[in-house]
């Protein structure tokens, strides 16, 4: 792994948007904002706190968020592969899906990225590994019940997308156990205990509306925006696709598995598919949306691997496989070949002059931000839009004049022309700003 993934720390792939989000996330939760009040986005709270954390400790440095993501897949991978020796999913004791786990997150560069996603990802594997205990045991153990549905609910505080996989959970739990009503309902008292506390927080701070509207409300909607296009994922899958194809080929045919294995094949197979739901209901539809698809994919052609007796043909496959999940990503990382279109993904040229400075944009261009830190919380224009352009509501207005006397932006990108009413309702505010020729505002130095 460390091979495979080091000429990506010394040629530094470009900054993608979800990772400038997390510098500003980071940024404010630093200067001590909370989501939702101090940052008008619908980034989950764990998230957004532990960019935070991270910009505490190493600021925008992208290369140290890398190093940081290569130990958390090093450890996801390992832990995939111990979980299942100990549930004893196959026949034999091997570390090849730890291997595969390990390949498979390079089907696409921005799957490094220090993101929710793959914070959350990991926690889901706890929540595996809770599924298969109860599917090994058959006991209804209340602390295991109780986990599952909490591991799932931490993982969502990472990535709200992620919820998907709870009605998942409980879908399996009535497929392939004997479980009761009690069962289903401890399953929820863990999965809702987390955002209950959540909740409480914010409800002591008088943000209940803030969260609601800016985290649980956009949470549940489909993808906002598609940074990549779904013609270029399915290229990028294309190995994974066709090993996985010829597993279940492989499987259908297989008759040395036990009861108990297939099951845990029926029950992989849901959770894939739960997988591939979660990626429609992330805020920015790309590759990294598909890393929960990971486990399901390195669990199926482990069982290809293993079902080939031939040691040639066994290394003939899985050098295939190296090759097929190797090349493609270093030659679509160092543009040798041009298959995939990654140019939403990446942040283009900034469009503004404005360097090392508080400013505000009002609107979808976030690339300012780049060389700039925000001001004010509204981060997000889709979930701001209706604060500024709403002039006539006196609630808008004393909302951005609180942000405004706060934390003063120096520049305002007004983008989509609505400053103009809202300075004409706030007349103090209006003394404060001058307009530029591009159409701007700056603050006037008094």
């Given at each position: 792994m460390t091979l495979l993934y080091l000429p990506g720390f010394i040629d530094l792939s470009s900054l993608t948007y979800p990772e400038l989000k997390n510098f500003i996330w980071g940024e404010r939760v630093h200067e001590g904002f909370m989501p939702y009040t101090g940052i008008v986005d619908s980034v989950a709270p764990l998230n957004a706190w532990f960019q935070g954390l991270m910009d505490l400790i190493f600021g925008r440095s992208l290369l140290a968020r890398h190093i940081i993501a290569f130990?958390?897949?090093?450890?996801?991978?390992a832990f995939f592969g111990v979980l299942l020796i100990d549930k004893k999913v196959f026949t034999e004791n091997t570390y090849i899906p730890s291997l595969l786990f390990s390949l498979l997150f390079l089907f696409s560069f921005d799957t490094i990225a220090l993101t929710g996603e793959l914070l959350g990802a990991g926690v889901l594997l706890f929540a595996l590994n809770k599924l298969y205990k109860e599917l090994e045991f058959r006991a209804q153990l209340d602390e295991t019940i109780f986990k599952l549905g909490l591991f799932i609910s931490v993982a969502s505080l990472?990535?709200?997308?992620?919820?998907?996989?709870?009605?998942?959970?409980?879908?399996?739990?009535?497929?392939?156990?004997?479980?009761?009503?009690?069962?289903?309902?401890?399953?929820?008292?863990?999965?809702?205990?987390?955002?209950?506390?959540?909740?409480?927080?914010?409800?002591?701070?008088?943000?209940?509306?803030?969260?609601?509207?800016?985290?649980?409300?956009?949470?549940?909607?489909?993808?906002?925006?598609?940074?990549?296009?779904?013609?270029?994922?399915?290229l990028l899958a294309a190995t994974p696709l066709l090993f996985l194809l010829l597993s279940f080929i492989v499987l259908n045919r297989e008759s040395r598995l036990t009861k108990y294995q297939s099951q845990l094949v029926q029950l992989m197979f849901l959770w894939t598919l739960f997988g591939f739901v979660h990626a429609f209901f992330t805020d920015d539809f790309r590759?990294?949306?598909?890393?929960?698809?990971?486990?399901?994919?390195?669990?199926?052609?482990?069982?290809?691997?293993?079902?080939?007796?031939?040691?040639?043909?066994?290394?003939?496959?899985?050098?295939?496989?190296?090759?097929?999940?190797?090349?493609?990503?270093?030659?679509?990382?160092?543009?040798?070949?041009?298959?995939?279109?990654?140019?939403?993904?990446?942040?283009?040229?900034?469009t503004i002059k404005e360097k090392n400075k508080h400013v505000l944009i009002l609107g979808d261009e976030i690339e300012g931000y780049l060389e700039n830190r925000l001001a004010t919380p509204f981060l997000n224009w889709g979930l701001s839009s209706p604060i500024f352009k709403e002039a006539d509501r006196y609630e808008n207005m004393i909302t951005i004049n609180k942000y405004f006397e706060r934390d003063a932006p120096a520049v305002i990108i007004d983008s989509e022309e609505v400053m103009p009413n809202v300075l004409e309702r706030i007349p103090l505010l209006k003394k404060k700003y001058k307009r530029t020729p591009e159409g701007n505002y700056e603050l006037i130095n008094n």
């Open positions: 130990i958390l897949i090093f450890l996801q991978s990472f990535s709200f997308s992620f919820f998907i996989f709870f009605p998942g959970a409980l879908l399996l739990l009535v497929l392939f156990t004997r479980s009761t009503l009690r069962t289903y309902l401890l399953c929820a008292t863990g999965f809702l205990l987390p955002h209950a506390l959540l909740i409480s927080v914010y409800y002591l701070n008088s943000a209940t509306s803030s969260i609601w509207e800016y985290y649980y409300i956009p949470g549940f909607s489909f993808y906002d925006t598609m940074l990549v296009g779904g013609k270029s994922i399915f590759p990294q949306s598909f890393i929960t698809l990971i486990p399901g994919f390195s669990f199926f052609i482990t069982h290809l691997f293993l079902t080939i007796r031939r040691k040639r043909f066994l290394l003939i496959g899985f050098w295939v496989f190296f090759i097929g999940m190797t090349a493609p990503y270093f030659l679509i990382k160092y543009k040798i070949v041009d298959l995939v279109a990654y140019d939403q993904l990446w942040i283009s040229t900034p």
